[in-house]
């Protein structure tokens, strides 16, 4: 599971992990590595949001949050940075904007 604060925590069943090949240099390993990780979270289908952070996620990320790492030749590395990457982007998506006076 993904803590985004110490109210909301993504439960590992609405989490949707592809694994893919990475592109660039890295040798004889590098076609053949499923290094590349994508994390994907359907907003509008989850059952831990409550309708007005729903409504608030889906109008600044779409109903899908989604990810991609491939920073590093490691599957594991790049599994760990994108948790914390969706973390960051759904965290950062509900802050609340202050009105203007």
Do not use: C, F
């Amino acid at each position: 599971p993904i803590e985004i604060n110490h109210s909301l925590v993504v439960p590992d069943a609405e989490l949707d992990w592809k694994y893919t090949t990475s592109g660039g240099p890295g040798g004889q390993h590098a076609n053949r590595s499923s290094t590349r990780v994508q994390l994907s979270w359907n907003i509008a289908e989850s059952v831990v949001l409550n309708s007005e952070m729903r409504d608030q996620l889906i109008t600044k990320l779409g109903h899908v949050a989604r990810v991609d790492v491939d920073d590093h030749r490691s599957q594991l590395r790049n599994k760990d940075l994108v948790s914390d990457r969706l973390a960051e982007k759904v965290r950062a998506a509900l802050v609340r904007q202050r009105r203007r006076k």
